[in-house]
């Protein structure tokens, strides 16, 4: 298995755009996480899935910021509007649930400027 | 009171001591835990799961579970300028519905020469 992908692997945008990031779950895993990495506040949760249903938004950071698993093998974060504040590291995890281990994307750097 | 706490160092150590790497955390109905080791810009990698009350070893490394405590340590024997890099405890809670992975904020190890 190629393990997450995830894309882009970079994304430079101005302020006031909105920004998609997309992943790609391990084959067969049922359970999949979004992650913001900072210097400041480290990784921070923003959403998980389970069997493609959103169970836990609590941590998305406000309205402009939305989550979607259509199917088993891909999911999207969106921003929209995009701010300056937002730029960081996103990640991706998937796991096979019920508390097995979860394996992260490459991730995608996101600067607003 | 964060889910998840670690020092967040640096801890120096000279190579081939021992590093001692601690975590607790909040949830006492947590039952999954992991150690994820972060390189500078790469995605977090995991090297250790333990689910049980006590010591679990594999090459080098061993992590240790105290549930009553609410305490999880990864030591790392014969440590190498190879494993300088963050070291990320992360605490899996069953919700019911779905596995929730929390990170703490990650402790950066520095091994000398």
């Known amino acids: 298995d190629a393990g997450v992908i995830q894309s882009p692997r970079h994304e430079v945008t101005e302020m006031g755009q909105e920004v998609t990031l997309r992943c790609k779950p391990i084959s067969g895993h049922n359970s999949l996480f979004w992650y913001r990495q900072t210097m400041m506040r480290g990784l921070e949760l923003l959403i998980y899935f389970n069997n493609n249903v959103p169970i836990d938004d609590s941590g998305m950071p406000e309205d402009r910021f939305s989550a979607k698993m259509p199917n088993a093998s891909f999911s999207t974060l969106k921003i929209q509007p995009s701010e300056p504040r937002d730029s960081a590291v996103y990640f991706c995890?998937?796991?096979?649930?019920?508390?097995?281990?979860?394996?992260f994307g490459q991730g995608t750097r996101l600067t607003v400027v | 009171q964060k889910e998840v706490e670690q020092n967040s160092g640096p801890l120096s150590v000279p190579e081939g001591a021992i590093a001692s790497l601690n975590c607790t955390y909040s949830d006492r109905g947590s039952q999954s835990f992991f150690w994820y080791r972060q390189y500078s810009g790469k995605s977090p990698e995991l090297i250790m799961s333990?689910?049980?009350?006590g010591d679990k070893e594999d090459g080098r490394f061993t992590a240790q579970l105290n549930k009553a405590s609410q305490y999880v340590s990864l030591l790392i024997r014969d440590s190498q300028p190879s494993d300088s890099a963050t070291y990320l405890c992360?605490?899996?809670?069953?919700?019911?519905?779905?596995?929730?992975?929390?990170f703490g904020t990650g402790t950066r190890l520095q091994v000398t020469l």
């Open positions: 995890a998937s796991s096979f649930d019920r508390g097995t281990e979860a394996f």
């Open positions: 992360a605490v899996n809670t069953y919700t019911g519905t779905a596995s929730k992975l929390t």
């Open positions: 333990i689910y049980s009350n």
